[in-house]
């Protein structure tokens, strides 16, 4: 009786999808097997979907079109930018019936003001070509994120991206001035306006940033940018333990706050990785310190940063919170200090199977966060543990790596324990299991388990509001 | 053993060029300056000389405007001990650069004098050599290895299709290629140390060397822009009907 439901449903969505198709132009859409295959992994290659049809808008006006009929027939739609989100959250379901909607071919820059300080673009340009555009003309879009040849500023906004620039200018949601978003109903929502100020009642672009993709398709964007940094200085500093890392992070702020554009930790366990993967790489202190700091100040003039930056060690030196310190002396080892930390994700994927969470603590508890958690894992060699991350945002990386004697069945029967044990001791010390990246697919219960009831009815009930059909990836954040 | 290393100071290696609109030269107002990548190895070599207790004393001589003191105190904090400023605002060439540095070898008596192969602005390659010219030292240029054999040093040169090593008498020039060694960070409590670290300064007049310019520098030009556009071909039957309609291959 139910298989016979599922063949009718199965058979009422593939004539769905093949009126969809007839009443669309035909270069908005692929069926090809090989590119619809592209589209269906996640960043991690541990999740794939399936589906029989890849949408290709150029414009709003396609999108419209598109969405228009998706309501009507209820056609679920995924909708992807760069795909290297870290949730599962382009990831069309199991059963076939999604179609993915990409937003690859929308990637033209429509305006930019230099004297108004702003961008205008489709919602399918890369990050890359946007903050390229604006260096061009002598302007800065800070964003700045490992993965930004690839990733899409539609998806920056829809999962509310945050990465190494939010110490200074804040998460995603601080340089968006307005969107376009072509709702589920396939209306057109625009808050792109000319003007600065506009307090007619709340903002709804803020419903739709880091909404990821649930409650419309975002298609254009405003941008705030900023004048183009003229001068950056940086260091890497070695210090002993966390707690002096938290008083140096004081020393910092109190010193340089307006300037402060980087405070990134690492580990000895880190360097080692990095050592061990890209022997190119030259390894400041021979890597003999537990924990590292590199720490970046930028300036809008010419500014004496190099100073600053010898000055505020200096006070950490003397304090003997500071252990010691590079200050670069040229380019090439600017460039390798960075890449110190950049590379270290890769470094740990190279280094095989890990469980991976991109928490957010309040700063003064981090201490004991690393303490309480290091204690339940004490099955794990240390090394086998690496916490890096924003640390000035209060945004940790805390991943486990597989070690190498453990089996691959013991590892994925740890990972829930270890997993729940992290979250539950990130929310008692009134964090966030999810600093960055958002819920997507692979984080829906803890979002269900760590979420304020009251904060979750609001929310559901946007989704219904705005979706009545659930059409605008469904299963994904909501149930 | 008393050890000499020449260093320059020019545009960073990372740092995309930008030629002056007249075609005189390249923008350096604004721009960031470091010292030439194989000056930084010549460095490299030295300090390690020293820290083998091979080399008694590293000198390091730069010559140019007041700004040259910033590459010299980079090279202190790596662990060079004292340094040599020649102040002149004139531009020289490879052959006067030779005969300020021959000054300084005779009157501080170095035993080796090291020099990067050539500096990364104008890519001369010509300064280690005539400074052995004009010394009459022997020279091993472009080394991948130095070792000291009692009175001499094993050098090892990459050439095609190999490794070639000399043995070259001391007192000798040597010049670095990329591979000899990679330069250490300096660190701040020794970028501190080394700001109270001798720094020599002479006026360029001081010396009375006859430094007349023989070449003249007429027009700096950028490569020619890439032309050409990218086009996406569609697939298989595309590309074929393109090999054979337009490019006539097929
Ligand atoms: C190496 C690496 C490093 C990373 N580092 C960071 C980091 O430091 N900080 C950080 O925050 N993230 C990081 N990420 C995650 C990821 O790059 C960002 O989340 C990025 O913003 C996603 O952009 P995207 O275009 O790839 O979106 P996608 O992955 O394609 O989509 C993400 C979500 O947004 C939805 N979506 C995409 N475009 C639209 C649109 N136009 N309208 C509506 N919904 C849309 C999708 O349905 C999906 O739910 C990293 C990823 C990688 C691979």
């Given at each position: 009786m139910i298989d016979y439901k599922k063949h009718l449903l199965r058979k009422l969505m593939l004539k769905n999808i093949k009126i969809l198709k007839e009443k669309l132009?035909?270069?908005?859409?692929?069926?090809?097997n090989e590119i619809l295959d592209s589209h269906l992994y996640d960043q991690r290659g541990n999740i794939k979907g399936k589906t029989s049809l890849l949408l290709l808008p150029q414009n709003t006006a396609d999108v419209v079109e598109i969405v228009k009929v998706c309501d009507q027939y209820k056609i679920p739609i995924v909708p992807q930018g760069g795909?290297?989100?870290?949730?599962?959250?382009?990831i069309p379901n199991k059963n076939g019936k999604e179609i993915l909607l990409s937003t690859e071919k929308m990637n033209n820059i429509l305006e930019i003001s230099k004297d108004n300080f702003y961008m205008i673009a489709q919602s399918g340009c890369s990050l890359c070509d946007i903050k390229n555009k604006a260096l061009e003309n002598n302007r800065f879009f800070p964003l700045t994120l490992p993965s930004e040849t690839a990733c899409t500023i539609g998806g920056n906004i829809s999962t509310n991206a945050g990465g190494s620039a939010v110490l200074k200018y804040g998460m995603t949601k601080e340089v968006v001035e307005g969107l376009e978003v072509v709702l589920p109903n396939g209306e057109i929502l625009n808050s792109i306006k000319n003007i600065e100020k506009d307090n007619r009642g709340f903002d709804p672009k803020y419903l739709h940033i880091g909404s990821e993709g649930t409650l419309g398709i975002i298609t254009k964007v405003k941008l705030r940018l900023f004048p183009e940094i003229k001068k950056k200085a940086m260091a890497i500093v070695a210090l002993d333990s966390i707690e002096d890392i938290i008083n140096f992070l004081n020393i910092t702020k109190n010193q340089c706050y307006e300037y402060l554009s980087a405070f990134e930790i690492n580990s000895r366990i880190g360097l080692n990785l990095i050592k061990k993967y890209y022997n190119n790489i030259p390894i400041p202190f021979?890597?003999?310190?537990?924990w590292y700091i590199i720490f970046e100040l930028s300036s809008y003039d010419n500014l004496d940063l190099d100073l600053k930056i010898k000055n505020i060690i200096s006070k950490g030196l003397n304090n003997k919170i500071v252990s010691d310190a590079v200050v670069p002396q040229n380019l090439n080892q600017y460039n390798n200090i960075w890449k110190t930390r950049e590379l270290l994700s890769e470094a740990q994927k190279i280094k095989g199977k890990s469980i991976k969470h991109d928490i957010s603590i309040p700063i003064n508890k981090i201490p004991i966060f690393l303490n309480k958690a290091n204690k339940f894992l004490s099955a794990f060699h240390e090394d086998n543990i690496l916490a890096f991350g924003h640390l000035a945002d209060g945004n940790l990386h805390y991943n486990i790596s597989k070690p190498e004697e453990m089996s691959d069945t013991l590892f994925n029967k740890l990972h829930k324990q270890i997993n729940s044990n992290i979250f539950d001791l990130v929310n008692d010390l009134?964090?966030?299991?999810?600093?960055?990246?958002?819920?997507?697919?692979?984080?829906k219960k803890e979002f269900k388990k760590y979420t304020s009831k009251e904060e979750l009815i609001i929310k559901n009930n946007f989704k219904k509001l705005l979706d009545p059909n659930n059409i605008m990836n469904p299963g994904k954040v909501y149930n | 053993m008393k050890v000499l290393v020449a260093v320059k100071r020019v545009i960073d290696y990372n740092v995309k060029i930008r030629i002056k609109q007249d075609n005189s030269g390249v923008e350096t107002d604004n721009v960031k300056m470091s010292m030439n990548p194989f000056d930084e190895i010549a460095v490299e070599e030295a300090i390690r000389l020293k820290e083998k207790n091979i080399a008694e004393e590293v000198i390091v001589i730069s010559i140019g405007t007041d700004n040259v003191q910033e590459t010299i105190r980079s090279a202190l904090a790596m662990g060079a001990d004292r340094g040599i400023l020649v102040k002149t605002e004139k531009e020289l060439e490879p052959l006067n650069i030779a005969k300020i540095i021959k000054y300084f070898v005779e009157k501080e008596k170095s035993d080796l004098t090291i020099l990067g192969?050539?500096?990364?602005?104008?890519?001369?390659?010509q300064t280690g050599q005539m400074l052995a010219g004009l010394l009459q030292y022997p020279q091993a240029t472009f080394a991948s290895k130095v070792i000291k054999e009692n009175g001499s040093l094993l050098v090892t040169r990459e050439v095609d299709g190999g490794l070639e090593t000399l043995k070259v008498k001391l007192p000798c020039i040597v010049t670095t290629d990329l591979r000899l060694n990679e330069p250490r960070y300096a660190s701040l409590p020794n970028i501190m140390k080394a700001k109270s670290k001798a720094i020599d300064i002479f006026q360029l007049q001081e010396l009375n060397l006859d430094l007349e310019n023989r070449l003249e520098l007429l027009e700096v030009k950028g490569p020619p822009e890439r032309g050409g556009t990218v086009k996406m071909l569609e697939g298989h039957s595309d590309l074929i009907n393109v090999l054979k309609n337009k490019e006539g291959i097929l």
């Open positions: 132009n035909k270069n908005l859409w692929t069926e090809n795909r290297t989100g870290l949730c599962g959250g382009t021979n890597n003999k310190y537990n009134g964090g966030s299991f999810s600093a960055e990246h958002g819920i997507g697919l692979i984080k | 192969k050539q500096a990364i602005d104008d890519d001369f390659n």
